[in-house]
Each structure stands twice: as structure tokens, then as C-alpha cells.
Nanobody, 116 residues
Framework: QVQLVESGGGDVQPGGSLRVACALQ????????MDWHRQAPGQQRQWVAILNSGGTTTYADSVKGRFIATRDSNKNTMYLQMNSLKPEDTAVYYC??????????WGQGIQVTVSS
């Protein structure tokens, strides 16, 4: 069964850093797009970063300059390094991968809480 497994996240004070990771299991598939999204309490899910297979990454304005999204295509793993975190970054973070011929998959979601 194909699934995305997220790890990392947690609690941090404003200005701190966290990293979340997302791995496709099993990993032996070709992945096109990898995305990060987040959903804050009472709000709709919003995209955070889009990593296409060509190596281009697009960031939402709210995280540009603070978050860095990377992918390891050999391992079908993606990472989101979050720096200079703000309370408004508090949300459940979801990864997404499009696997041609199989379908689109979401991670289970992982909580990130920024609070003093």
C-alpha cells in the first residue's frame, strides 16, 4: 500500500526553527509534483510550497524567505525547513505527492505549534 509518512514538527517558540519530513513508502515510484500544505484551526487548507520535478520551488508569500522546501528524488522524500517561525505558522502541516499512474497522496498531517 502506497502512503506518505510524515515526521518532525512539534512545539517551538517564536523565532525558532523546525523541520518536517515526508517519505513515500514504498519509495520505488516516480513522483512528479511534491507539495507542502498547512491548515490552521478554523481555516481552509492552504498551500505552502510546491516543488516540481524540474527543480523549481514556489513558495506562498506568507513563508517566502523563511521556509525552505527540498526534495530527495532518489529517496522520494521531501523536507520543509521552517525558520523564523511566527505564531501564525501554527497549523497541521500536510505533504502531498503526485505519483503518475498511481494517484495523488496526502500525508497524515503533523502538528507545528509556535507559542511563547
Amino acid at each position: 500500500q502506497v502512503q506518505l509518512v510524515e515526521s518532525g514538527g512539534g512545539d517551538v517558540q517564536p523565532g525558532g526553527s523546525l523541520r518536517v519530513a515526508c517519505a513515500l513508502q514504498p519509495s520505488a515510484f516516480s513522483v512528479s509534483t511534491m507539495d507542502w500544505h498547512r491548515q490552521a484551526p478554523g481555516q481552509q487548507r492552504q498551500w505552502v510550497a510546491i516543488l516540481n520535478s524540474g527543480g523549481t520551488t514556489t513558495y506562498a508569500d506568507s513563508v517566502k524567505g523563511r521556509f525552505i522546501a527540498t526534495r530527495d528524488s532518489n529517496k522520494n522524500t521531501m523536507y520543509l525547513q521552517m525558520n523564523s517561525l511566527k505564531p501564525e505558522d501554527t497549523a497541521v502541516y500536510y505533504c502531498y505527492m503526485a505519483v503518475p499512474g498511481l494517484g495523488n497522496y496526502w500525508g497524515q498531517g503533523i502538528q507545528v505549534t509556535v507559542s511563547s
